[in-house]
């Protein structure tokens, strides 16, 4: 693909990417040939398929071959594994606050929201419902979570952003209806009373609901979900909930580490790819919501429409959700240490 045709496929063409894109003309080379990206726990499948895409086209266009290794595991573990020395390239994690922190400790700049479109956000996604076949807890709603007999399955929101996502989700499910925060306190409590244990991640946790068979509803990503329920030959359904977050997966390169290994043209020709006609379709398919409006009303029958409230509504901004609900003597962290002793 020729560097105009792969500039005209970018859905917003702003500046930032361009620069990025017209930057392979310029390439000078990288220590090793290869990048890492460090993601979460769920997208290991999108970005296998992504990243044979890009290396062939980023070839015909440097003329020069990169490799991408992949790492995953919870968002916020992930996060700290980069922050205790992971030389993670590139960076596509769950939630902008586990960005936030590593900006914040110096390996980012501070302005990492504004170097791509839709503040860096290449999709959205959201916390839906996985359940037995022909729903046999006639699970539908955040409410029936709480019902006497169900056992829930869902990641630690300490590690996870899965994890965090689905307290979020199910106390702004509580605000959004004109619910009080004690009334969403309660909810939560009686919700994590139903949680037998928590996973270390998204697909651990998929792993406990769809392969060894335990509980009745796995809260989880859209995609995983999708994943699931496509994998188990009918034995899984997905579950939309009247209303759910808006989750805003987040993408930067990692100044401090393409510094030291002279990767940043290609790091940032991965990320501006992510925006991309191509890898818009690519998420997509793989059960991601894709900013390019077009893309996502052709898979409007994978991914309907669903009510998502911003975080917003829980909290001023991600920051300060994860230090109100997950930091030190935070709404979860009082809740679940009750509930251990």
């Not at 769920?42 to 895409?53: G, H, L, M």
């Not at 925060?181 to 939560?188: H, L, S, T, V």
């Amino acid at each position: 693909m020729s560097t105009t045709k792969w500039l005209n496929a970018f859905a917003l063409g702003l500046a930032a990417v361009a620069v990025a894109v017209v930057a392979l003309k310029n390439y000078r080379g990288d220590n090793k040939g290869q990048l890492l990206n460090v993601s979460y726990d769920a997208t290991r499948e999108v970005y296998q398929d992504i990243n044979s895409r890009f290396i062939l086209m980023y070839e015909a266009e440097a003329g020069h071959r990169v490799s991408i290794e992949q790492s995953h595991g919870g968002s916020s573990h992930q996060a700290q594994a980069v922050a205790q020395g992971l030389a993670a390239d590139v960076l596509t994690l769950a939630l902008p606050s586990d960005i936030e922190g590593l900006s914040k400790r110096g390996l980012i700049a501070g302005d990492w929201k504004n170097r791509f479109p839709h503040n860096s956000q290449p999709y959205s996604s959201t916390i839906v419902f996985v359940v037995r076949k022909s729903n046999p807890k006639h699970i539908k709603d955040w409410p029936d979570l709480i019902a006497p007999g169900v056992t829930i399955i869902t990641p630690d929101p300490k590690i996870s952003g899965n994890g965090k996502l689905s307290v979020l989700a199910a106390w702004g499910s509580v605000l959004y209806r004109g619910g009080s925060e004690d009334q969403a306190r309660d909810f939560i409590t009686k919700l994590y009373q139903n949680v037998p244990t928590l996973g270390q991640g998204a697909r651990d946790s998929a792993t406990t609901f769809a392969m060894a068979k335990e509980g009745d509803v796995h809260l989880t990503w859209e995609n995983e979900a999708l994943r699931e329920a496509a994998e188990s030959k009918g034995d899984l359904e997905v579950v939309y909930p009247q209303v759910s977050i808006l989750a805003e997966p987040s993408v930067t390169w990692v100044d401090a580490n393409v510094e030291k290994h002279n990767s940043d043209i290609a790091a940032k020709a991965y990320l501006a790819y992510l925006f991309t006609d191509l890898a818009q379709e690519t998420f997509a398919k793989y059960g991601y919501r894709p900013i390019n409006e077009a893309i996502l009303k052709k898979y409007q029958d994978r991914l309907p429409k669903i009510q998502l409230f911003p975080i917003t509504l829980v909290a001023k901004n991600w920051a300060d959700a994860q230090e109100r609900f997950f930091g030190d003597n935070g709404i979860f962290e009082v809740i679940h240490s009750g509930q251990s002793k």
